[in-house]
């Protein structure tokens, strides 16, 4: 049995009905709540994901980088594409604010915001596993770099995914 605390209901219903009664929050106060929680979160991973990125950019001009195999090569190149790709994303809810500003649709910038940096986190979690990878195939080998981004790979859903989900369900 679970315990409910706050005296919250077992499901929590959603949508504009529920803020009103129970925040007193209208639906456009609801939606400027919403996007100011997004960009606390975005701050939260834009700067370590622009760092990474940047880094990632300088490691062809080092010395060791054209000793890498075919297979090191390939996963930096898949490491380098993923980290171009989560910063596109993790940035994209602000160019699309730039454009929406003021035309009312806040609402609509608050769930393509969310989308956003829901594939944005995914693509992270894939930057951090290639980068992960590539290390460790250069300084362990490949078979236990497999097994290490694996059980990596398996922390990363768990606390990304199976874990909000379980506190999403109460």
């Known amino acids: 049995m679970a315990v409910q605390m ?7 219903p959603r949508g504009d ?26 701050r939260v991973v834009q700067i370590g994901v622009q760092i990474l990125f940047a880094f990632l950019l300088t490691l062809p001009f080092m010395d060791r980088f054209a000793g890498l195999g075919t297979l090191d090569k390939a996963l930096y190149v898949c490491t380098l594409g993923a980290s171009a790709l989560t910063v596109a994303l993790l940035v994209a809810p602000v160019a699309v604010h730039r454009l929406v500003f003021q ?28 980068g992960m990878m590539l290390v460790l195939d250069v300084v362990v ?24 989900m ?3 369900r109460g």
């Not at 706050?6 to 929590?12: H, K, L, Q, S, W």
């Not at 035309?103 to 596993?129: D, N, P």
């Open 6 to 12: 706050y005296d919250e209901p077992a499901v929590v």
């Open 17 to 42: 009905d529920w803020n009103l009664e129970h925040r007193d929050e209208a639906p456009m106060q609801r939606a400027d709540r919403n996007f100011a929680e997004l960009l606390q979160e975005l």
């Open 103 to 130: 035309r009312g649709r806040k609402r609509e910038l608050v769930r393509a915001g969310h989308r956003l940096v829901q594939a944005g986190l995914v693509c992270l979690g894939t930057t951090i596993l290639a």
């Open 141 to 164: 080998g490949t078979p236990v770099a497999g097994v290490v981004v694996g059980a990596l790979a398996v922390v990363f859903a768990a606390l990304w995914v199976i874990l909000p």
């Open 166 to 168: 379980q506190v999403r």
